[in-house]
């Protein structure tokens, strides 16, 4: 059975992730439900504007924490599906045709979404780790990131 298209946007879709991080539930805590969960507040970032995750047919979620040491990168590639995370310490310069002149730099507090087809980089470009907590929404069985870079932008 399929599940259907979803679209999450702004605060719901920060929920989702947070809910999925933590192992949590929307219905936890209600009353008579037992005892109340107990969460631990990983990572706070903020967007200016609003975030729409979307990935048709059945879907994988993956959380990672991912530290680049002063000096590493991700290297170049794209994802099938999409991404939220949130840099919780460091800086990431990030590389990527959707800013204008082509470079964003995130700071610790700061949240980034990446989108599916296009090709980018994070680098560490300071001189302390950068730690990402990253939420992937990834079409089943795909790879979390494609460094095949002739597989990028090709409508996957």
């Avoid at 991080?21 to 219905?27: K, N, R, V, Y």
């Avoid at 008579?32 to 631990?40: E, Q, T």
């Avoid at 990935?55 to 924490?65: I, S």
Wanted: proline share 7%; aromatic share 6%; with cysteine.
């Amino acid at each position: 059975m399929r599940k259907p298209f979803r679209t999450l946007s702004g605060t719901a879709a920060a929920v989702a992730v947070l809910l999925t991080a933590t192992g949590a539930s929307a219905a936890a805590g209600a009353p008579g439900a037992g005892p109340a969960p107990v969460v631990k507040e990983i990572a706070q970032g903020r967007q200016d504007g609003s975030v729409e995750v979307s990935v048709k047919g059945p879907t994988q979620v993956d959380f990672r924490e991912i530290t680049l040491p002063p000096g590493a990168g991700t290297g170049r590639h794209c994802h099938y599906g999409q991404l939220v995370g949130v840099v919780k310490s460091g800086t990431l310069t990030h590389y990527a045709p959707v800013y204008p002149g082509g470079v964003h730099v995130y700071r610790a507090g700061d949240s980034i979404v990446e989108g599916s087809g296009y090709v980018h980089e994070g680098r560490n470009e300071g001189t302390e780790d950068t730690v990402l907590w990253v939420t992937y929404v990834t079409p089943q069985g795909k790879p979390l990131a494609e460094s095949d870079l002739a597989h990028c932008g090709t409508g996957h």
